[in-house]
């Protein structure tokens, strides 16, 4: 007997019209989904962090050389893809819910 699917739950409750939307889209597709907005959240954060350590000078294990730039901006990167991958701030949620509500209502 197989198992039953999990009710996805946003903010909480369950979204029904997500559990509709994902019966109507392959599994392959969800995971690309899946895929594709823990990037764009990867992205955000880069952004995000990057903005953050705009105006620091002389940090890190270069000092304030041409390379403390090119370090921090790959810490920087490899923080957000870390911090996207284990949950990050929610945007790959809705970013999720949001294409796989496209694609399903592409398929009706």
Same mark, same amino acid.
């Given at each position: 007997?197989?198992?039953?699917?999990?009710?996805?739950?946003?903010?909480?409750?369950p979204?029904?019209?997500?559990?509709?939307?994902l019966?109507?889209v392959?599994?392959?597709?969800?995971a690309?989904a899946?895929?594709?907005a823990?990037?764009f959240?990867?992205?955000? !954060?880069?952004?995000?962090?990057? $903005?953050?350590?705009?105006?620091?000078? @002389?940090? &890190?294990?270069f000092? #304030?050389?041409?390379?403390t730039?090119?370090?921090?901006?790959? !810490?920087?990167?490899?923080?957000s $893809?870390?911090?996207?991958k284990?949950g @990050?701030? &929610?945007?790959?949620? #809705?970013?999720?819910r949001?294409?796989?509500?496209?694609?399903?209502?592409?398929?009706?």
């Amino acid at each position: 007997m197989p198992a039953k699917a999990m009710m996805p739950m946003i903010n909480g409750r369950p979204d029904f019209q997500l559990a509709d939307a994902l019966t109507k889209v392959s599994p392959q597709a969800q995971a690309k989904a899946k895929a594709t907005a823990t990037d764009f959240e990867a992205m955000f !954060l880069n952004s995000m962090f990057s $903005q953050m350590t705009s105006g620091i000078k @002389g940090d &890190g294990p270069f000092g #304030d050389t041409t390379g403390t730039g090119v370090w921090r901006s790959m !810490l920087t990167e490899q923080y957000s $893809q870390n911090f996207a991958k284990s949950g @990050g701030v &929610g945007i790959s949620n #809705d970013v999720y819910r949001t294409l796989i509500l496209q694609q399903a209502g592409r398929s009706s």
